[in-house]
Each structure stands twice: as C-alpha cells, then as structure tokens.
C-alpha cells in the first residue's frame, strides 16, 4: 500500500485553518485538528511497519470526509470537460487537447486542458477542472483566493480578486513579460483557468470567454450524492 506522508496531511490542515472566514473557523479547526490526529497515526503506522496501516487510513479518511463536510461527488466526466474547450482562439490555433480523471483518499478530480499557439509566438493554455468533493473547505486550501478578497499592485504588473459574468476569480498579470493568469470559480466546484504568455490581459479574458460558464454552472449538482 502507498504511503501518503504525513506532511501531505499536515499542510492540507493548516491551510484548510488559514484560509477560512471567521464564520467557518470553527468546523476548519476541528476538520484540522482531525487531520492532524491522522498524520499522527500515519507516523506510527510507518515506523511500526503496515500492521495499523489500515487503522490510519481510516482515520484520514474520516478527516477528509470532515474537510469535505461529508459530501460525495462523482466528478463530471473529462470528455465532457474536454469537449468544451473551444477548436481555437482569436489569432491562435489549438496544438493539444487531453484530459483525465484522478482519485484518492475517497476524493475525485476531473480535468481537462488545451494548449493554444498564435503565428507571434504568443501562447495560452486553458484548463477546466472539477474539483468534485473537494468544493467547500477541502477546496478553499488549494483555491484560497475563493474565500478571499484582495488588490495588490508592482510596478509591472498587479494581483486581485474579481468577479467575471457574475462568479468569483482571479486575476495576475504582469506586464512587462505580457504573461499572467486567469481562474474563474463556477457554481462552487469548477475551475475555469487561462494562463498565457505573450499575450494581452484581454486576450485572456477572451480565452475564459470562449467557455460556457452558464452550461457548467449548470452541471454544479451533477453526481453529488
């Protein structure tokens, strides 16, 4: 059986207590404080072999299912995700396509990307992602900006948080390099994400256009249980 590191888990927890509002503090800590409990018992399931391996299993996945406030989602399938990737983009020509699904620990995620490249050497990639299960505190650890609001600035560029057609997202962009990003949040559990180089900050807004943010918000209930 593949070991998770107990590091793995110990981040996951201090991110899911960092990133929270005040009005959730309470059900991160505890989700926290449980994940903390299983990397403890991953530790002396290592250092005692595999003999409570099992035992510690069950105790993150019980912590993950408090992270994920106990929901089940299977994720929408990639073909679906892939086939809303448009054919090309203003001036660029689409050179890859794939897509994939992966799970652990009881957590599914679905995604599918496109790579676009323009005759000036400009390029995009754009990646849809179903973040499934991990929608809600599970989620706001690794999409932090979703839970947040800020504007920052540089001299050559600048970092906030908006809205686009009504969702939460986040803006990056730099100026001088003419390279940034782009992440739209779509009914609480898709990723809609543009990152270029070369290109225009409107050129990746026109990218995030190109997907139909209605039909996916509208695929938000799709498989939960």
């Given at each position: 059986m593949k070991r998770v590191p107990a590091v793995v888990v110990l981040s996951l927890a201090l991110a899911l207590t960092a990133g929270?509002?005040?009005?959730?503090?309470?059900?991160?800590?505890?989700?926290?404080?449980q994940m903390a409990e299983a990397a403890k018992k991953m530790e002396d399931a290592a250092k005692s072999g595999q003999a409570?391996?099992?035992?510690?299993?069950?105790?993150?996945?019980?912590?993950?299912?408090?992270?994920?406030?106990?929901?089940k989602v299977e994720t929408v399938d990639f073909r679906e995700l892939k086939?809303?990737?448009?054919?090309?983009?203003?001036?660029?020509k689409r050179t890859d396509a794939t897509g994939e699904k992966t799970a652990a620990m009881g957590m599914q995620i679905s995604s599918a990307k496109a790579t676009y490249s323009g005759d000036q050497g400009g390029s995009v990639t754009l990646n849809i992602?179903?973040?499934?299960?991990?929608?809600?505190?599970?989620?706001?650890?690794?999409?932090?900006w979703a839970a947040t609001d800020f504007d920052r600035e540089t001299e050559s560029g600048y970092e906030k948080t908006t809205r686009y057609n009504g969702f939460k997202a986040h803006e990056k962009y730099d100026r001088s390099s003419k390279s940034g990003e782009i992440s739209v949040l779509v009914g609480d559990r898709f990723i809609v994400a543009a990152q270029g180089n070369g290109v225009d900050v409107d050129a990746l807004k026109g990218t995030i256009g190109k997907v139909n943010l209605g039909k996916l918000d509208g695929?938000?209930?799709?498989?939960?249980q």
């Open positions: 929270c509002k005040s009005s959730e503090e309470k059900a991160a800590e505890e989700a926290a404080q409570n391996m099992g035992d510690a299993m069950s105790a993150l996945g019980a912590a993950m299912g408090a992270a994920t406030g106990g929901k086939d809303m990737l448009p054919e090309s983009l203003d001036g660029m992602t179903d973040i499934g299960s991990m929608a809600g505190l599970a989620g706001m650890a690794t999409y932090a695929m938000k209930g799709k498989g939960v």
